[in-house]
């Protein structure tokens, strides 16, 4: 590991300033000394393009490597914010959201439940269960048309965020999304009827997300003991 990675170059450079220092010489010695000067110089331009080839080839694996696991740090990102099933926020990053909006901006809260959603899963199975939760959330992104951000904060309960958006303009979105579920069978379950309830809560800038979600999941408690299929705010 101590070794002078240039010490047969040092040695050459030695001998050939001793040979060029040394008068009494004939031309048959300065040509030797010249001789190996060259065949050093050789060498050493072959193992600096060797290194340099090396050097390139390294960068680029290293650099493969780099993106490599910034693509991954974005897919575990994503993955940690996301639910695997419908591809909206899991419930920690939108309730982390609503707490980020509720610091700086009105927020309408809208939460919504997938009615008698036990008797899908007891009647056709878990698969068809998970079928009607993803297709109700292509329904609500029909309706929402990148307005809003959604959350699925349970089984087949979501969260929807409307910031700076007032309480009477969110139930008219809520009741589109209503009316979007219950006028049309399911694709994935034609021959059963899906509906779903509706809870809003509107907040004041500074509002605790807490009393937010409360006041959302009152109302929707409100929405199912009156039948279900309503929004109640």
Not at 151 to 162: A, H, P
Request: glycine content about 6%; some cysteine; overall charge negative.
């Amino acid at each position: 590991m101590d070794k002078d990675l240039f010490e047969l170059e040092m040695a050459a450079l030695a001998n050939a300033q001793a040979v060029a220092a040394n008068p009494a010489l004939d031309a048959q010695d300065y040509r030797q000394a010249l001789h190996e000067l060259t065949q050093d110089y050789r060498r050493l331009m072959r193992e600096t393009h060797r290194l340099i080839r090396h050097g390139d080839r390294t960068e680029a694996e290293l650099n493969s490597v780099n993106l490599k696991l910034q693509q991954l740090g974005s897919e575990l990102d994503y993955k940690a914010r996301h639910d695997t099933l419908t591809g909206t926020l899991n419930r920690g990053a939108v309730f982390e959201e609503a707490h980020r909006f509720l610091q700086t901006r009105h927020l309408s809260l809208v939460m919504l439940d997938i009615d008698f959603f036990k008797r899908i899963n007891d009647s056709f199975g878990h698969p068809a269960g998970d079928a009607v939760i993803r297709e109700l959330v292509e329904r609500l992104s029909e309706v929402l048309q990148d307005q809003g951000t959604v959350g699925r904060v349970g089984g087949e309960e979501f969260t929807i965020l409307l910031p700076d958006t007032s309480l009477q303009d969110s139930a008219a979105i809520a009741e589109a999304i209503r009316h979007n579920v219950a006028s049309r069978p399911f694709d994935c379950l034609p021959a059963h009827p899906v509906t779903a309830s509706f809870g809003i809560s509107w907040s004041a800038p500074g509002t605790a997300f807490e009393l937010a979600y409360s006041a959302a999941d009152a109302a929707l408690y409100d929405a199912k003991k009156q039948g279900r299929n309503r929004v109640v705010y």
